[in-house]
């Protein structure tokens, strides 16, 4: 595989958990071809990486795999009305900083600041 489809397949494999980013995907892949444990060949014009015998030994020897924990005890309704919330919070900020006067901009972000803070007292305990 190629870095791009690594990200997707733990994304996948994670049931959406954990999608790691290219910025700590391709690094790790370079260490692991430094360590010999990947081997990697170009093919059409994309970097393709593959276990080598090393690598297959240590993977059938190290620890369950990281997405195998990364969606266990995971409310997965409760994650999708999460992102909903969220991404519909942050479309609506979008539009009033797109279109909205200079005013009105200024009390959204007001809004957007009321809501974090509001968010870390609840975990504070207090209203």
Do not use: C
């Not at 479309?91 to 005013?103: I, L, P």
Request: charged share 30%; hydrophobic share 35%; glycine share 12%.
């Amino acid at each position: 595989m190629h870095g791009y489809e690594m990200i997707q397949e733990i994304a996948e494999r994670s049931g959406g958990a954990w999608k790691p980013s290219p910025g700590s995907v391709y690094p790790t892949l370079q260490l692991l071809e430094d360590e010999g444990l990947i081997s990697s060949a170009t093919e059409g014009g994309k970097k393709l990486f593959s276990l080598t015998d090393a690598g297959r030994t240590a993977a059938d020897e190290g620890p369950e795999a990281p997405w195998e924990d990364a969606g266990r005890g995971v409310d997965w309704e409760a994650l999708s009305d999460i992102r909903q919330a969220g991404f519909g919070l942050m479309e609506a900020f979008g539009q009033v900083w797109k279109t909205g006067s200079k005013e009105q901009r200024e009390k959204a972000l007001t809004v957007i600041n009321d809501a974090r803070k509001k968010l870390y007292l609840i975990l504070a305990d207090e209203d």
